[in-house]
């Protein structure tokens, strides 16, 4: 796209430096725990070491004997407030702190406050409780046996472990297909839990003033405004009222999902800072983030991909358990239990297509977030991408060329998916060709068959991924009710410079520069001179919040929505200025000028410092507008990715020799940022494929709690990542834009899975659950007889 | 990641810091680079009264050679051997040992005398100092003694020094010339422990056979191995892909790992022969062999 202003305004187009990275990355941010208020303690958690147990009792005695102890708060505290449970956003109850028993490892028991960090730690080893260890459940197969104990005693004629079930799509025509069909290929899938594992933990400072009778909680959160209804309803009962709640979300150091929940420590200091009167500080250690924060995935999956011969794909059944801990607290946005799962038809035009889940209580900590994806769509693409490579293999096609023949054609959008989307737009060819292209497809697969030949091991696998972001719509999205819009308000000074407010927050995306691109484009204000600002309930407009690609498709629509109407006042200042009709008039980015006589022109300052100093008879005077934007639909990004692997045949090491991603996420604002979000969401999405993951052993003792074996990746174990982009407006959107946070994240892993699988599949290899480590391949290696 | 509380010495010489060790005899800990020290203690798996710090006891880093050894200061940083221009040129298994310690940050302030005496079977030092046939200087207010490295591990996170001792240096005979060694470390990400690795040392004779071999194994049993056998096989014989491939299997067999996050038992004895293989004909590569 060629940008239509200058490189001095910095409209749509222009890679401008982020103004956020100065203050960033000299460490001049301001994250949570650099805030020091004057009176401040500390508050740190005893946590469980039992994955189920009963508290036969809990014993603070020695604890509170630790010099600069101040409290312990058990559930027996809250519990006088009846702030010992509080609802999830899906109807469900978690608790704060338990008074009966624990239900995962690592779960919240007690919190000591203390004068200082140190003696916070020292007051947690001090505290003694007693526990009664109950029978674990880890597996959500056996979790919903007959036999299976039943974790939520808690409620009433609870008889099983069985959370919901949800289903979409047409189950007789689905079934038909499969009968009917030439060759129907069936695989099940797991996808392992996650965690985020952003480098900022959770944490907050409560601040309870009680002779305003005001709580300010300086929080790690992507949704300030919707937290502060949440507080407002969850405790209004002990006199909380939602215009005495201020909710400040400062620089914020990576969220990914994982800071959209409200975490029992946020509540626990909330309370320890209103029954003390004092600020309370709360900062997670990394432990305490991985093994007790919300996870992601952990879905267990089981596909059935129906196709003629000639490999038209004619049916998709997709049957899931969702293991969602011992509480439903997804971070889920949507109506649908299971998100925006039935994106699982992918970029394929299917006549038919059938999915359910069932969501299952084990003794786990809950969730799920949507890991830097919307809310199960990286889970529904892993499923589509991986069987789309199943049937390749099953009909001896190549996986390209499957992908080609089926395709929803650029020609059908908007397109009505079986299971009840309507994609906005695409060119899923024009995609994966230029993938293609770029990379040198039918080179590497000469190159293939000479090294397996030689008895080399080379993989080359394909995602051609669909998104579904920008929730949303307020048909389908709400959270507890509240609409998912989002908002921005401008208001433009004298001297032409403007400060512009979100309903969104920021975690590291960049809206500080992409904002006011927007606003520059509209009005021809250059973007240096547009401030922007998020994250304060007191001043910012309502918002829902950042997370789920939604800030560009939702409060980028409203920046540009308030921009369009103060041009259209600017218009009516004009047309006064320059004594002509309103019709007379023409725009170009930041001036109005007489049609016919460009010469007779106002620049967007001098209307700004009329709006101050000369405004038309009969018109308020300044320039300031709100929008708050309802989404018609979604939007739909796309791509297609091309991975090419090699294997070690001693150590089953797999190693990414090239990786080339074409995104298509509409018009781009600032190309230089949507670069770095493919690069940082394609080596997230590296990281489940090869590395991540948190099991449980029999006992429910959590594997990969800490950085020690939670593989987190490093710029060592990156390969170099070639981009590439196509752009495909999306037609409701005010400019056209997608949402591109998350796009890479969920299209690299079935790329990486893929690879892996087609260097095995003249092995008679088909599928291999992520992560894909060396063992995992080596192990495989060794059966088929190939290990060195 | 809080301490419980501890009380900190940093004595200014090597006699304060052994004072200070038989004052407070088990219940200080010597302080050297800490990068495995002060996590332990962090996460309160590790609890000590008196963390004895020796960073400012002078004399203990240097890297030279001198009378028919190379010897190392016991709190010599990691990343001096990476950029010592004597280790960069003669002694590659040195180099390839300390590229994969960790990660640079920690290599800045890890030491090499502290790398050994934490007595971490997963630690990358003890399988290399085994291969070259290593001794380690201990002071005591007694005065020094010299401990092979073969008696220095004695168990899981212990070694022969006593309470009151400080390693001081390691001593490594200089190789003859046809000398040559690797380390091959097989690791999940940079930064971790290795799930297998081999340190190769190898001198070759006259005629090409092997006239002295030494192989370490890291984190394949409870303390470093030293792979005897293996080592005893080669010698004499001409180090081709036959020979090589027979040690890494007699190496492969002296292991006892334990199943963890980084593997099952037999990946691991599978990896220790595959890396021994390959860290032997690197070797012997560096020793001018084939």
């Not at chain 1, 039992?50 to 036969?56: G, R, S």
């Not at chain 1, 490892?105 to 730690?121: L, M, N």
């Not at chain 1, 719509?473 to 208001?491: A, N, Q, V, Y």
């Not at chain 1, 939007?635 to 090239?658: A, N």
């Amino acid at each position: 796209m060629v940008p239509q202003t200058i490189a001095e305004v910095g409209g749509m187009g222009h890679s401008i430096k982020r103004k956020e990275d100065p203050r960033l990355i000299r460490g001049k941010g301001t994250y949570v725990d650099d805030i020091q208020l004057p009176g401040m303690v500390y508050m740190d958690i005893v946590r469980s070491p039992f994955a189920h147990a009963k508290i036969k009792s809990i014993n603070s005695e020695n604890a509170l004997k630790v010099p600069g102890v101040l409290a312990v708060i058990t559930g027996e505290t809250l519990a006088q407030y009846n702030l010992h449970w509080m609802p999830t956003l899906m109807s469900d109850t978690q608790m704060v702190l338990p008074t009966e028993k624990v239900m995962y490892q690592a779960q919240e028991v007690a919190a000591v406050i203390a004068s200082d960090r140190y003696a916070a730690a020292d007051g947690v080893e001090a505290v003694e409780v007693e526990y009664d260890p109950l029978p674990v459940v880890v597996d959500p197969f056996k979790a919903l046996q007959p036999d299976a104990p039943v974790l939520r005693t808690d409620k009433e004629g609870k008889k099983d472990n069985h959370i919901f079930h949800w289903e979409a799509g047409d189950n007789e025509g689905t079934n038909r297909a499969i009968d009917e069909a030439d060759v129907v290929v069936k695989q099940d899938i797991y996808l392992p839990r996650i965690h985020v594992a952003s480098i900022e933990t959770c944490g907050c400072i409560a601040d309870f003033d009680r002779v305003m009778g005001k709580l300010t909680v300086y929080m790690t959160t992507q949704a300030p405004h919707a937290v502060r209804t949440v507080f407002a309803l969850v405790a209004g009962h002990v006199g909380l009222s939602e215009e005495k709640i201020r909710i400040i979300s400062p620089d914020i150091g990576g969220g990914f999902g994982g800071k959209v929940p409200v975490y029992p420590g946020y509540v626990i200091a909330v309370a320890a800072s209103v029954v003390l009167g004092k600020p309370i500080k709360w900062i997670e250690d990394r432990i305490e983030n991985l093994q007790a924060d919300s996870f992601a995935r952990d879905y267990h999956i089981t596909a059935e991909l129906a196709a003629k011969k000639d490999g038209t794909m004619t049916g998709l059944r997709i049957k899931t358990l969702a293991d969602h801990g011992y509480t439903d607290a997804a971070a889920n946005p949507s109506k649908f239990p299971a998100g925006m799962f039935s994106i699982c038809t992918g970029s394929y035009d299917f006549k038919h297509a059938f999915a359910e889940v069932d969501g299952v209580y084990t003794n786990k900590p809950p969730g799920g977030i949507a890991y830097r994806c919307s809310f199960r769509v990286t889970e529904a693409v892993h499923a589509i991408e991986r069987m789309t490579d199943v049937l390749a293999h099953e009909l001896k096609m190549d996986a390209a060329d499957l992908r080609l023949k089926n395709f929803i054609p650029a020609d059908k959008f908007p397109y009505k998916s079986a299971l009840g989307w309507e994609y906005d737009s695409g060119n899923y060819h024009g995609a994966l060709e230029k993938a293609m292209q770029k990379i040198g497809y039918a080179g590497l697969r000469k190159e293939q068959a000479e090294k397996r030949k030689a008895g080399e091991l080379m993989g080359i696998g394909i995602s051609s991924f669909t998104e579904i972001v920008g929730a949303g719509p307020s048909k389908h999205f709400d959270i507890l009710g509240l609409k998912m819009f989002d908002s921005c308000e401008i208001r433009i000074h004298p001297t032409g410079k403007a400060i512009a407010r979100f309903g969104t927050k920021s975690q590291g995306q960049g809206h500080e520069t992409t904002y006011a691109q927007i606003i520059a484009e509209e009005l021809g204000i250059p973007a240096a001179h547009i401030e922007i600002e998020e994250g304060d309930t007191d001043t910012a407009p309502y918002g829902l919040g950042t997370y789920a690609s939604r800030s560009t498709p939702t409060a980028g629509a409203a920046g540009a929505m308030a921009a369009r109407k103060i041009r259209e006042k600017a218009k009516k200042i004009a047309a006064h200025l320059l004594e002509v009709a309103e019709g007379d008039l023409e725009w170009e980015p930041g001036k109005f000028s007489v049609k016919g006589a460009p010469q007779k022109a106002k620049t967007i300052q001098e209307i700004v410092f009329a709006a101050y100093t000369n405004h038309p008879p009969g018109m308020e005077p300044g320039l300031e507008a709100v929008s708050y934007y309802d989404p018609p639909n979604l939007t739909f990004p796309f791509g297609s990715y091309i991975c090419v692997v090699d294997l070690d045949r001693g150590t089953g090491e797999v190693k990414i020799r090239r990786f080339v991603a074409v995104d298509d996420c509409g018009n781009i604002i600032n190309p230089m940022i949507v670069d770095g979000q493919i690069h940082g969401g394609l080596t997230m999405g590296m990281a489940p494929a090869l590395l991540e993951e948190i099991s449980y052993d029999e006992n429910g003792n959590v594997q990969g709690g800490s950085f020690m074996d939670y593989l987190l990746p490093t710029a060592v174990e990156t390969p170099q990542w070639e981009t590439d982009k196509t752009v495909t407006p999306s037609p409701h959107h005010p400019f056209g834009a997608k949402g591109v946070g998350e796009s890479a994240t969920v299209g690299a892993p079935p790329a990486i899975a893929n690879a892996i699988v087609d260097a095995l599949a003249h092995l008679e290899v088909r599928h291999i659950d992520i992560p894909i480590t060396p063992e995992k391949v080596w192990k495989i290696l060794k059966e088929k007889g190939v290990a060195l | 990641m809080i301490p419980a509380a501890f009380d900190y010495h940093a004595p200014n010489t090597l006699a304060e810091a052994m004072a200070l060790l038989a004052r407070y005899g088990e219940a200080a800990k010597v302080l050297s680079g800490g990068q495995s020290l002060l996590p332990l203690l962090k996460l309160r798996l590790g609890y000590a009264d008196h963390l004895v710090d020796i960073g400012r006891v002078p004399g203990l880093e240097y890297i030279k050679e001198e009378d028919g050894y190379l010897k190392i200061g016991g709190a010599t940083r990691e990343v001096a051997l990476e950029r010592s221009d004597l280790i960069r040129s003669k002694y590659p298994i040195l180099l390839d040992t300390a590229l994969v310690i960790a990660d640079p940050l920690v290599r800045n302030r890890a030491t090499v005398g502290g790398n050994l005496a934490h007595g971490d079977p997963g630690n990358d030092h003890p399988a290399t100092m085994l291969a070259l046939g290593a001794e380690v200087v201990a002071t005591s207010p007694k005065g020094e003694r010299t401990i092979p490295i073969e008696k220095f591990f004695t168990g899981l996170f212990t070694t022969a020094l006593k309470p009151d001792e400080i390693l001081t240096a390691i001593k490594v005979p200089i190789p003859a010339s046809r000398s040559g060694g690797a380390y091959v470390k097989l690791e999940r990400k940079v930064g971790d422990l290795a799930t297998a690795a081999t340190a190769a040392q190898v001198t070759l004779g006259k005629n090409g056979e092997v006239e002295r071999a030494g192989i370490g194994l890291t984190n394949a049993g409870p303390t470093p191995i030293k792979a005897t056998q293996a080592e005893n096989y080669l010698q004499g014989k001409k180090p081709d892909d036959t020979a090589i491939t027979e040690a890494a299997r007699l190496a492969a067999q002296a292991t006892a790992p334990t199943v963890d996050r980084r593997g099952s038992v037999e990946y691991k004895r599978e990896m220790a022969r595959v890396l021994t293989a390959r860290a032997l004909t690197q070797a012997v590569q560096w020793a001018g062999g084939h």
